[in-house]
């Protein structure tokens, strides 16, 4: 699996465990010696996590494997496996993100997934798999709800960008299609891409064991993260994967059925939607809540986030402004202008929506719809211009 990573830096660390088998089912023995295998090599890196705090989501076939833990681990390759005299060694190398602080709320995160487009449609006629973006679109939006942290997922029913040929997208493309489904959707987070290759290949297998040939299947998946009220690229990626595809090729195939998604293409898909779920979650961790004003009433502002969210009566929060540069025809960035003058309480609270009375006398007078509000509580960085790196 491949990502070239915009977010924090991490390293990858060795661990080693071994396990006797005696009368244990192997299977059990070797996602236990999987799990001490990834607590030795957290203890080299300084970390403190057991292999009690590991948790492997299921998934784990080949060399790759998705694990949640207490600490920073997010992802796992299983480097070599052997096994000799009843005793089962697992070598291991662990992906090993750094600890670090950084400023939050307790508000959720809203993130929008759009439809992830296959680009090459005429790949998916081996299995007649035409519906394989759309599903792998659903287990990104499962998989990101089902993260630690709190975040409001919204499956979006269209693609962000159409486009039938891989292409480097332009900052202020990006930004201004961003700012747009913003104020559609009301989400401070957009999740959009492609899936580059789903392409059929025959490898030769010339083992001692085996003399033939396998059908195999990539899966490239470009991602993208914006911040749609900041209008700021948080994380670009791309993952490539490949298993064995076993499907018979007169058949089509149900990607609605557990058995395809049991196969090995399914699991490594799910495995690289995981990998991406994990640099997804970590990308906007500590990106400040911002919302937008949506609506006057007589008394008072409307904003875009409610109980769901984890707003309550009583919470205060900041005007802030901000006004897209464009300079050129590639570059967009944005002028933040926090406002701490003029602040907010909220006075009544709906579902996904709150009304807010400004403190000050002219704090009302100040506010345009589609003004950003973000909790007055946490500090707004000194960074006046954002944009992309």
Same mark, same amino acid.
């Given at each position: 699996?491949?990502?070239v990573?915009?977010?924090?830096?991490?390293?990858w660390?060795?661990?080693?465990?071994?396990?006797?088998?005696?009368?244990?089912p192997?299977?059990?023995?070797?996602r236990?010696?999987?799990?001490?295998?990834?607590?030795?090599?957290?203890?080299?890196?300084g970390?403190?996590?057991?292999?009690?705090?590991?948790?492997?989501?299921?998934? /784990?076939?080949?060399?790759?494997?998705?694990?949640?833990?207490?600490?920073?681990i997010?992802?796992?390759?299983?480097?070599q496996e052997?096994?000799?005299?009843?005793?089962l060694?697992?070598?291991?190398r662990?992906?090993?993100?750094?600890?670090?602080?950084?400023?939050?709320?307790?508000y959720?995160?809203?993130?929008?997934?759009?439809q992830?487009?296959?680009?090459?449609?005429?790949?998916?006629?081996?299995?007649?798999?035409?519906?394989?973006?759309?599903?792998?679109?659903?287990?990104?939006?499962?998989?990101?709800?089902?993260?630690?942290?709190?975040?409001?997922v919204?499956?979006?029913n269209?693609?962000f960008?159409?486009?039938?040929?891989?292409?480097?997208?332009?900052?202020?493309?990006?930004?201004e299609?961003?700012?747009?489904?913003?104020?559609?959707?009301g989400?401070?987070?957009?999740?959009?891409?492609?899936?580059?290759?789903?392409?059929?290949?025959?490898?030769?297998?010339?083992?001692?064991?085996?003399?033939?040939?396998?059908?195999?299947?990539?899966?490239?998946?470009?991602?993208?993260?914006i911040?749609?009220?900041?209008?700021?690229?948080?994380l670009?990626?791309?993952?490539?994967?490949?298993?064995?595809?076993?499907?018979?090729?007169?058949?089509?195939?149900?990607?609605?059925?557990?058995?395809?998604?049991?196969?090995?293409?399914?699991?490594?898909?799910?495995?690289?939607?995981?990998?991406?779920?994990?640099?997804?979650?970590?990308?906007?961790?500590?990106?400040?809540?911002?919302?937008?004003?949506?609506?006057?009433?007589?008394?008072?502002?409307?904003?875009?986030?409610?109980?769901?969210?984890?707003?309550?009566?009583?919470?205060?929060?900041?005007?802030?402004?901000?006004?897209?540069?464009?300079?050129?025809?590639?570059?967009?960035?944005t002028?933040?202008?926090? /406002?701490p003058?003029?602040?907010?309480?909220?006075?009544?609270?709906?579902?996904?929506?709150?009304?807010?009375?400004?403190?000050?006398?002219?704090a /009302?007078?100040?506010?345009?719809?589609y003004?950003?509000?973000?909790?007055?509580?946490i500090?707004?960085?000194?960074?006046?211009?954002?944009?992309?790196?």
């Amino acid at each position: 699996m491949f990502g070239v990573s915009a977010i924090a830096s991490a390293q990858w660390i060795q661990g080693q465990a071994s396990l006797a088998v005696h009368n244990a089912p192997l299977d059990e023995v070797r996602r236990m010696a999987i799990k001490s295998a990834i607590a030795d090599a957290s203890f080299t890196s300084g970390s403190l996590i057991t292999a009690q705090d590991v948790v492997i989501d299921g998934l /784990l076939v080949s060399s790759k494997a998705e694990v949640h833990t207490t600490g920073r681990i997010q992802r796992v390759e299983i480097l070599q496996e052997t096994l000799e005299e009843n005793q089962l060694t697992v070598v291991i190398r662990a992906n090993i993100t750094p600890l670090f602080q950084c400023e939050s709320d307790k508000y959720a995160r809203s993130v929008v997934v759009s439809q992830l487009i296959l680009l090459n449609p005429r790949q998916a006629a081996h299995g007649d798999i035409y519906d394989f973006g759309a599903k792998i679109s659903q287990r990104f939006a499962q998989q990101l709800q089902r993260q630690p942290g709190s975040l409001d997922v919204l499956l979006y029913n269209k693609a962000f960008m159409q486009q039938t040929r891989p292409v480097t997208f332009l900052p202020l493309q990006l930004n201004e299609k961003a700012a747009l489904l913003a104020r559609e959707l009301g989400k401070q987070f957009i999740i959009f891409g492609q899936i580059r290759d789903i392409s059929l290949f025959e490898q030769v297998n010339t083992s001692k064991t085996r003399n033939n040939t396998a059908l195999r299947r990539n899966f490239t998946l470009d991602i993208y993260v914006i911040d749609a009220f900041r209008q700021s690229v948080l994380l670009q990626e791309s993952y490539y994967s490949e298993a064995d595809w076993t499907f018979s090729p007169a058949n089509a195939v149900d990607t609605s059925n557990s058995l395809f998604w049991r196969s090995d293409f399914g699991r490594v898909a799910l495995n690289t939607v995981n990998s991406a779920v994990s640099d997804i979650s970590h990308a906007i961790a500590c990106e400040k809540t911002v919302t937008q004003v949506i609506d006057h009433v007589p008394d008072g502002v409307v904003i875009g986030m409610g109980e769901k969210e984890g707003v309550q009566v009583g919470d205060e929060f900041t005007l802030v402004k901000y006004q897209t540069l464009k300079r050129t025809a590639s570059t967009g960035l944005t002028l933040t202008r926090p /406002l701490p003058q003029f602040t907010f309480k909220v006075t009544n609270i709906n579902a996904h929506v709150a009304i807010l009375q400004g403190t000050t006398q002219h704090a /009302l007078a100040a506010v345009n719809l589609y003004d950003l509000i973000a909790p007055s509580t946490i500090k707004t960085s000194k960074k006046a211009v954002t944009g992309p790196d």
